[in-house]
């Protein structure tokens, strides 16, 4: 697995899968039927995560076709120079190798994961959850029969079909060279490969976002960009938790009273610091530690704060690092917010549920990335590459 394919036989293979995906609808609809019947756990989240419907193998046909077209991220010259003693120096892309994914629940990553990691060159080991089981070894075929029919090994995309003790044992003592680990789940999940692996890993998957509402909010955007945010997808890292609202909005009591009720409409579980302790169908909070939960859930928490530089610290002290937005009308704040707040996605009005590959013009993710090294947020195409430097000379040497 040395040695990458040419780009036109990458395209072909992604083409053939495509097809499969159309072809083999049903076997894949019946096999997650199998899935979402065996699931026993009440995790809303990755219940919602698990299923495949016509909507969502649309979506991995479409993420397959946006990625075909997309040009070839290896060899892309980023640096040259000319030595003055007349060698060539240049920097290229090139493919890590082996990229391990290990995931849970979502049998889209087995097509969009390895459609991304395939195409940059990598082999790929997907790793998924005994969720999803009969899903991903269906999607699996496809890829083999993609793979098959293009003459291409079908060790470009291989699952490990192993338990918890088996996984271990693997990260530990790989039988094969791995070069990069992407573990895209929860933080119990994440804990466990960073403890038991012996390479890179990028951490992804973790949510716990904000929003802050500032005095110089339009409310009832406030109010749009809260409610979708938390609403819309409880299952997905992009989704809201916490809610920050200035003490000095206009109308506060209002505003809170209207936006409890709109949130009340969805059947969310609302929670509320000492602040805001006192409004009707809600819950005050017992400790800070709440804070820092990632709900993945019909729950969201709701606090005051004094003026920004009080939000943008517990931002920076509870958070995710994944995505935070500021609601207001006044640019310097908005920007003074942006710059100093440390997540991968900070926005200025409008929904963290934008943070998303397909949404930020990659064409798909791998994963969203809540390290600072090597990517930060959502992990395309381009950017599940390294590089490498080229160096051409005619016999120089150095003294």
């Known amino acids: ?20 995906l159309k072809e083999d609808k049903v076997a ?20 919602d995560r698990l299923k495949v419907d016509d909507a969502k193998i649309n979506g991995m046909i479409r993420s397959l076709q946006e990625l075909e077209q997309q040009k070839d991220p290896l060899n892309i ?11 060539l120096v240049s920097n290229r892309t090139a493919p890590f190798g082996t990229v391990l994914i290990i995931y849970e629940s979502r049998p889209d990553v087995t097509v969009e994961a390895a459609g991304i990691a395939f195409k940059s060159g990598n082999k790929i080991l997907l790793k998924g959850g005994k969720e999803s089981l009969n899903s991903n ?9 993609a793979l098959s029919e293009n003459q291409v090994s079908t060790a470009w995309v291989e699952y490990l079909e192993y338990d918890r003790n088996e996984t271990q044992d693997f990260l530990e003592n790989p ?16 804990a466990f490969v960073k403890q038991h692996a012996t390479c890179p890993v990028i951490v992804s ?20 960009i809260i409610i979708n945010a938390k609403t819309t997808k409880i299952s997905a890292c992009n989704a809201l938790d916490k809610v920050l609202i200035h003490d000095r909005l206009k109308n506060k009591s209002d505003f ?55 939000a943008i610290g517990k931002i920076n002290t509870y958070g995710g690092g994944h995505s935070a937005a500021i609601i207001t009308k006044n640019e310097a704040a908005a920007n003074e917010f942006m710059n100093r707040v440390d997540t991968a996605a900070v926005y200025h009005n409008a929904s963290t549920r934008f943070t998303d590959g397909g949404q930020f013009g990659l064409g798909g993710e791998l994963a969203i990335s809540t390290d600072k090294l090597h990517q930060r947020g959502p992990i395309g195409l381009q950017h599940l590459v390294t590089n490498k430097w080229y160096i051409k000379g005619n016999g120089q040497v150095r003294y």
């Open 1 to 20: 697995m040395s040695t990458p394919l040419n780009i036109k036989h990458r395209n072909a293979v992604l083409k053939s899968m495509i097809k499969w």
């Open 28 to 47: 894949l609809l019946d096999a997650n039927k199998k899935d979402m019947e065996s699931y026993l756990g009440d995790d809303i989240a990755m219940y």
């Open 77 to 87: 010259e980023r640096f040259h120079f000319e030595h003055e003693n007349g060698m």
């Open 137 to 145: 070894l269906v999607l699996v075929e496809m890829w083999h029969k």
């Open 175 to 190: 039988t094969q060279k791995l070069d990069l680990i992407v573990p895209r789940g929860g933080e119990k999940l994440i």
């Open 205 to 224: 998957g973790r949510g716990n976002n904000f929003v802050f509402v500032d005095v110089d909010a339009d409310q009832q955007m406030a109010m749009d």
């Open 256 to 310: 809170i009273g209207n936006l409890i009720s709109k949130l009340l409409e969805s059947n969310v579980t609302i929670w509320v610091d000492d602040h805001l302790e006192g409004f009707e169908n809600t819950t005050k909070i017992k400790n800070d530690a709440i804070w820092y939960e990632e709900f993945l859930d019909y729950k969201i928490l709701l606090g005051a704060v004094n003026h920004l530089e009080e």
